[in-house]
């Protein structure tokens, strides 16, 4: 860099130019072999040519496309102008900002360069040109936005030789009405220089008379003066032209161009480093990245794309050889199937080089993996890796918000889920970037046992009750546990079930089911469509069959038709010989009764009040008595099992013996539950097998726990609660139902007070209770005090007492506070418009007083709202037997006016006349005020002087700021309102609104 800056100092030397102040800038490139490498070096070799040229813009003298969003350097301007593109799209690519002459600006409107100094040689002169984008916006649109129309409100590009103090203008644009599509778009417009000026010149684009801010707004881009140069070409080796001579070096060193101009006194310059080097290097790079290593891991199948670079592949008479026999530097696109060494020859004359790479593929390994599915909400489903990885891969598992333990790893996993639902399991296997991936769905039930345990009647939420040493406990038990729980939520029939020819779907094809995912039939031609069960063991009697049903309503073909003939209805039929033979469950084939309900929720509240029964349900023939029949609609169904079908080997179907075709006589089933009360097994942790065991005494704090369990069915389900053994009694004294925090309770004269006690061995065996007032129950008569007095209360046994007091002490004086909307107000003023509802409410520490509105009401908090029309004082007085309090708020109304439209005695309509949408926080909304308005059935149209509309609501609670395209404009608008009236009838009321600033 030394021998560039020597370069430069003897280049001004010899020019001995005269710098003036031009806006010129001057950019130079400099290229070896038609390349400019980023780091301003070119590798030749030994004995090679370098053809040297060079690319100079000396002659722009000034040039701004805006993209900093501001105006640059060398402008002056009184417009404030935008640069966030807020009309037509930019010239140049849609993101970059252009100079924007909207509202925000002053009038006139002129946007100017600096001046530009002339010197002897005259650099700006009429030789000079002014190219430049410009736009006007299109007559009528909405500000910034609004275009120039008139003759005389269009742009003039203007010059001037005394610093501003006169413009002539160079040209002017006449918008043409305003809609000229020339005009209206971005358009390049280049205009010369009209004279040559002795004077700095000064350019403008000048708007002289612009109908106002919100009016007339246009934009300029890409602002270039270019003027004719005389522009000298100096080479640090000598030449004095742009592309000098081929040159051979020798050494390697630094060459430099400088472009300067004598007429506006700017140079620039840009520089090589020719390195001249004497050994072939080789480098191959496999998909754009070098291989610094000899090895390259790929996966089976992976597109590889070998290239090479060399320092000397410029050199003359450089060869390229791959070992595949290609003499280019990129080999064609392969894929890997195999290991496999690669390598490249770079040489010359004088050296060569080479470079190799071993392209090793990594093996790829399965990612199988089972399941056990579907399982109970808060049960574990073992997830077992199958496939033919081991266990130093990396092994990335996604349980789908279960809880997995380990959870990491090859596993196998134990992974729970506490809701219901479907969820997806997906793992991937990586083995150094070759990475294989399955995914397997589980479904998840909701937990068919349930146990509760109670002490004392009691299971409390934090599943701990506190007794005293020597307290009896009477425990009891609820619970079940069916043979079977199907809801079919995890889109599958599940285990325990097979069907013949019904091939149900889960997708819910004919609107929604009870809970979830129902099971649906009627797509098959079969005759026979059926669902079965696995065997069970029914030996113990008194079994149920409990499950939700419903038949397709749609006539004609499709997956919900109706079944209407009578013999194509739905069987429940048992089999006690593996289903050789099946047999309808016995009885009266009731239907169900309840509302016949289209939507859910169906199950809670349940839409079924007397659940069907029986074997078969016979189908209604036509339209009409479908639609009042319980069997086409979603109901419950409980069928008892039969005495012949009490066995240890019994199965289960529900089945269609016939149909008309595919696509007919379709129907559904649900939530099926198989249950043996006899059949589930009771045990306690302390011992006994039944419900309900007989009443212990306890000594020591602990656990007790329950179980239900059905040994057929292999389910079982516990519950706890934890006795907790205090021996030390404790008491707390409750008024009014509030525990007394404090030592001191004040209340007014002869207000009511109720005492109660709590102490944590209150139901100990033994325990006593006594009050100051030789009470000796839990609770007090209801006391009114007139004078400051202690009470206190003492919870005694054989082992420990306790005691609470507190001194209720009487307050004589009136205490009350006003709000008005729910504001307690420092300056008891609240401002509002007319039409504006306000609700006063009240408070005081005396409940036993009387309260008196100065509105009449006697509550004190009244739930009718008050519509002032004038300002004025309210108030509330609380007085008893010893004193009174009265506060009062004084409701000012503001003084933009607001219209009262008649319309009943009962109904009520209001709608501002102005509104200041300032921020203020007072007549900032124009909104509809009344009574007897229907808000279901309500419209508010706002339009501007043009018949543009402007707002529109349905809600009559949200009203018009004055926003219009994130501006406001002042100035009239015209509302419209339509709406029903408290008698059911529509009205359209309208009227003028003034916006104010």
């Not at 560039?4 to 130079?28: D, E, G, R």
């Not at 807020?86 to 946007?111: E, H, K």
């Not at 093996?363 to 109970?376: E, G, K, L, M, W």
């Not at 300002?871 to 607001?898: A, C, E, R």
């Amino acid at each position: 860099m030394i021998k560039i800056k020597k370069y430069i100092l003897l280049f001004i030397a010899i020019l001995s130019l005269n710098y003036v102040n031009a806006q010129t800038t001057c950019n130079t490139l400099m290229y070896a072999n038609g390349q400019h490498p980023t780091n301003d070096t070119v590798n030749i070799c030994v004995g090679d040519f370098v053809t040297l040229s060079s690319f100079d813009s000396c002659s722009v003298m000034f040039f701004d496309d805006f993209n900093t969003a501001t105006l640059g350097t060398g402008w002056s301007s009184n417009c404030n102008p935008q640069f966030n593109n807020p009309c037509d799209p930019s010239p140049n690519t849609p993101a970059d900002p252009y100079c924007w002459i909207g509202n925000t600006v002053t009038q006139p409107r002129r946007l100017s360069t600096v001046a530009y100094n002339t010197g002897p040689n005259n650099s700006v002169s009429n030789l000079c040109t002014i190219c430049f984008d410009m736009d006007y916006s299109t007559q009528g649109q909405s500000a910034p936005c609004e275009g120039p129309d008139l003759p005389t409100v269009g742009v003039h590009l203007q010059y001037s030789i005394n610093l501003g103090v006169t413009w002539t203008d160079i040209n002017y644009w006449d918008p043409n009405g305003g809609y000229d599509t020339v005009m209206t778009t971005w358009n390049t417009y280049c205009e010369n220089v009209p004279v040559n000026p002795t004077t700095p010149i000064k350019f403008s684009w000048f708007q002289n008379v612009p109908s106002g801010n919100n009016y007339d707004h246009w934009g300029i881009d890409n602002v270039k003066i270019t003027c004719p140069t005389s522009t000298g070409v100096f080479w640090s080796h000598g030449p004095f032209i742009e592309n000098p001579p081929t040159i051979y070096p020798t050494i390697s060193n630094w060459y430099v161009v400088s472009y300067y101009d004598s007429i506006a006194g700017v140079f620039s310059s840009d520089s090589l480093y020719i390195n001249i080097v004497s050994q072939q290097t080789a480098e191959i790079v496999v998909n754009g990245q070098l291989t610094n290593n000899d090895t390259l891991g790929v996966c089976f199948g992976d597109s590889l794309q070998l290239s090479s670079i060399g320092d000397c592949s410029i050199c003359s008479g450089t060869s390229i050889l791959w070992s595949t026999g290609d003499t280019v530097s990129y080999l064609p696109v392969f894929y890997a199937t195999s290991n496999q060494w690669y390598s490249v020859l770079y040489s010359d004359s004088n050296s060569f080089d080479t470079d190799s790479v071993f392209i090793e593929i990594n093996q790829s390994y399965t990612a199988d993996f089972t399941v056990n599915s579907p399982i109970y909400s808060n049960q574990s489903s073992v997830i077992t890796y199958t496939g033919n990885g081991d266990s130093l891969l990396n092994y990335y598992w996604d349980f789908d918000g279960g809880i997995g333990i380990p959870g990491t790893g090859i596993g196998p996993h134990s992974v729970s889920w506490n809701n219901n639902g479907t969820y997806y399991i997906k793992l991937f296997v990586n083995n150094n970037g070759c990475v294989t991936s399955d995914i397997m769905q589980i479904a998840v039930d909701s937990f068919p046992c349930s146990a509760t345990i109670f002490a004392n009647g009691q299971h409390p939420t934090n599943d701990t009750l506190i007794i005293c040493v020597g307290d009896s406990i009477n425990f009891t038990s609820d619970g079940s546990c069916p043979q079977m729980n199907n809801s079919f939520n995890g889109g599958a029939m599940g285990d325990g079930w097979s069907s013949t020819n019904a091939n149900p779907v889960f997708s819910n094809p004919c609107g929604v089911g009870p809970a979830g995912i129902h099971l649906w039939v009627g797509t098959t031609p079969s005759a026979i469509r059926s669902l079965e069960t696995i065997t069970y063991d029914f030996s113990s009697g008194g079994c149920e069959v409990q499950w939700w049903m419903r038949y397709g309503r749609v006539q004609g073909s499709g997956p919900c038709e109706d079944p209407d003939a009578s013999n194509e209805g739905v069987h429940l039929q048992y089999s006690t010989n593996g289903g050789t033979t099946w047999i309808n469950f016995p009885g009266i084939d009731y239907r169900p009764w309840g509302t016949n309900s289209i939507a859910g929720p169906f199950m809670n509240p349940s839409v079924t009040t007397i659940k069907g029964s029986g074997g078969y349900w016979t189908p209604s023939s036509n339209p009409t008595a479908q639609a009042n029949s319980s069997f086409y609609f979603w109901h419950e169904y409980q069928s008892n099992v039969p005495v012949a079908a009490s066995t240890a080997n019994t199965k289960l179907r529900w089945a269609q013996l016939a149909n008309s075709s595919a696509g007919w006589d379709a129907w559904g089933i649900d939530e099926v539950n198989v249950s043996c009360p006899s059949s589930t097994d009771v045990i306690w942790s302390h011992g006994p097998t039944v419900s309900n065991p007989p009443t212990v005494s306890l000594i020591l704090s602990d656990w007790y726990i329950v179980t239900y369990y059905d040994s057929i069915a292999g389910l079982s389900f516990s519950d706890s609660l934890y006795i907790n053994i205090v021996s030390q009694q404790t008491t707390e004294i409750i008024i009014n139902g509030q525990i007394t925090n404090y030592d001191t309770l004040f209340t007014c004269f002869n207000e009511p007070l109720l005492f109660s006690s709590i102490g944590s061995c209150s139901m100990s065996n033994g325990t006593s209770i006594l009050w100051s007032t030789d009470n000796i129950s839990i609770s007090l008569p209801i006391i009114y005090p007139l004078t400051g007095q202690w009470y206190s209360v003492m919870y005694y046994d054989t082992v420990s007492s306790e005691f609470d007091s507190v001194y209720v002490e009487i307050i004589n004086q009136q205490i009350l506070s006003m709000e008005a909307n729910g504001f307690n107000l420092i300056n008891d003023t609240l401002a509002i418009n007319i039409g504006d509802s306000i609700l006063f409410t009240s408070s005081g520490n005396c409940n036993s007083a009387s309260v008196l509105w100065s509105f009449g009401a006697t509550v004190s908090n009244p739930i009718n709202y008050v519509y002032p029309i004038n300002s004025q004082w309210y108030s509330v007085l609380y007085h008893d037997t010893n004193s009174l309090d009265k506060d009062s708020i004084f409701i000012l109304m503001n003084p933009i006016g607001v219209e009262e439209y008649y319309t009943s005695e009962s109904d009520k309509f209001y709608a501002p006349t102005a509104i200041t949408p300032d921020g203020d926080g007072v007549n900032d909304i124009f909104k509809i005020y009344g009574t007897g308005i229907n808000k279901e059935n309500f419209e508010l149209y706002i339009y501007d002087r043009k018949g543009n509309l402007v707002f529109f609501s349905n809600k009559i609670d949200k009203g018009w700021n004055g926003t219009i395209q994130e501006s406001k404009s002042k100035g009239t608008y015209t509302w419209i309102c339509k709406y029903k009236d408290s008698n059911n009838k529509y009205n359209t009321k309208s009227g003028n609104l003034i916006l104010l600033k």
